[in-house]
């Protein structure tokens, strides 16, 4: 079993960056495909982005293309969202979540593929 925590979040002015941080306690982090999600005030969980297990491919959500990146620090147990010109619409509570399984691409964005999640942390994007 492994525990997420999430940080990094905060109050960030349009067009900022912020970098957040998901922790693993229990486990190695190179055993488990990882994920973001985020959930906005009266709206759907959203996928966000997904590193795969054994071969480390990332897949993201269309419209987060080229402004945020995902990656992981094996040896530190941290999965990273990097996110950079961000907007009000980004706004929303942002989840790590982890899967022991091997996903397939498809897969990576249903929420009901991860088996373990984190509290989330607040982004805020607002001038």
């Known amino acids: 079993q492994v525990q997420l925590l999430e940080s990094g979040g905060g109050l960030v002015q349009p067009g900022g960056s912020l970098r957040l941080s998901c922790a693993a306690a229990?486990?190695?982090?190179?055993?488990?495909?990882m994920a973001w999600f985020r959930q906005s005030p009266g709206k759907d969980r959203e996928f966000v982005a997904a590193?795969?297990?054994?071969?480390?491919?990332?897949s993201y959500r269309n419209s987060l293309k080229g402004r945020f990146t995902i990656y992981r620090d094996n040896a530190k147990k941290t999965l990273y969202l990097q996110m950079n010109s961000l907007q009000p619409d980004d706004t929303a509570a942002y989840y790590c979540?982890?899967?022991?399984?091997?996903?397939?691409?498809?897969?990576?964005?249903?929420?009901?593929?991860?088996?373990?999640w984190g509290q989330g942390t607040q982004v805020t994007v607002s001038s």
């Open positions: 979540a982890a899967s022991k399984r091997d996903l397939m691409t498809s897969a990576l964005g249903g929420d009901h593929e991860y088996e373990y």
């Open positions: 590193v795969k297990r054994r071969t480390s491919s990332t």
């Open positions: 229990g486990r190695a982090l190179y055993g488990y495909t």
